[in-house]
């Protein structure tokens, strides 16, 4: 095991990936560590979750529209798929869980669509319309003309 990656910043990043991604996310990650996998998730743990989830310039909540945006844009779906998962389950009353509401989303797949292209935008709606289902939280029917929702 590598002794380059310090224990402070392993507990800070832990402590960011469960503010973000949940408890149960982090214990599945962490329980499934194994001599292939322990380093990278380590590596991971130390420079994505403390080095740069920690850093003071961005809100947590700014950094996990960046990753849908990125993650959107570079066809990252697993990625993608668990961030608007916990982002949608996140307590919106505790800015550190970096919670998404429906609204944002749209703007970041309307931007991602933009710049990235219309699959990349097509692909992510279609992810968030199946977290949402599974979430038994599927947004009403619309009229397609006006935008409203359907009477």
């Known amino acids: 095991m590598s002794d380059s ?10 402590a960011n990936r469960r503010k973000i991604l949940g408890d149960a996310w982090v214990d599945r990650s962490v329980g499934n560590a194994n001599t292939l996998n322990v380093e ?3 590596l991971i743990t130390c420079y994505a979750w403390d080095s740069i ?5 961005l809100d947590p909540r700014t950094r996990r529209i960046m990753v849908l945006a990125i993650t959107a844009s570079m066809g990252r779906w697993e990625e993608f798929e668990l961030h608007v998962r916990t982002g949608l389950q996140a307590p ?7 919670a998404l509401d429906l609204d944002t989303i749209r703007e970041v797949l309307l931007q991602t669509a933009v710049y ?3 699959p990349a935008g097509n ?3 279609a992810i968030v319309l199946k977290v949402l289902a599974a979430l038994d939280r599927s947004p009403p029917k619309a009229d397609f003309w006006s935008g409203e929702p359907a009477a």
């Open 53 to 57: 989830w920690s850093r003071p310039g």
């Open 40 to 42: 990278f998730q380590r």
């Open 92 to 98: 919106a009353d505790a800015p550190d869980a970096a």
């Open 116 to 118: 990235a292209g219309v």
């Open 5 to 14: 990656l310090p224990d402070d910043a392993l507990e800070r990043g832990l």
């Open 123 to 125: 692909t992510g709606m």
